[in-house]
């Protein structure tokens, strides 16, 4: 069972900045998939980056060039930089976890970002 804790969200100007962080226990976390997703209000729940157990990363067209995900190992931490932050970034971001010794897959509670123009 892997747990997942988000923190980092708030509310932030347009052209902002922020970092999420997610913290995973219960698991390998160096071996594990991770990603943020995120759900704004009355729409569904959308991939916005994704980074594999060898570094790979891959970003929802509408946040490239402006998010970086990024993990450390050691921490067992992935992170989120949010740059130049738009009011349609607003939304409750949620980490996942794929634990490959198990096929699970997990989410963190979500933590919300209100980006305000």
């Known amino acids: 069972q892997v747990q997942l804790v988000e923190s980092g969200g708030g509310l932030v100007q347009a052209g902002g900045s922020l970092t999420l962080s997610c913290v995973a226990s219960?698991?390998?976390?160096?071996?594990?998939?991770m990603g943020w997703y995120r759900q704004a209000p009355g729409k569904q729940r959308e991939l916005v980056a994704s980074?594999?157990?060898?570094?790979?990363?891959n970003y929802a067209d509408s946040v490239k060039g402006r998010f970086t995900i990024y993990r450390v190992n050691f921490k067992n931490t992935v992170y989120l930089r949010m740059n130049s932050l738009k009011s349609e970034d607003t939304a409750v971001y949620y980490c996942?976890?794929?634990?490959?010794?198990?096929?699970?897959?997990?989410w963190g509670e979500g933590t919300l970002v209100t980006v305000s123009s």
């Open positions: 980074i594999s157990s060898n570094f790979n990363t």
């Open positions: 219960g698991s390998t976390f160096r071996l594990n998939a």
């Open positions: 996942n976890a794929v634990d490959p010794s198990s096929a699970g897959d997990y």
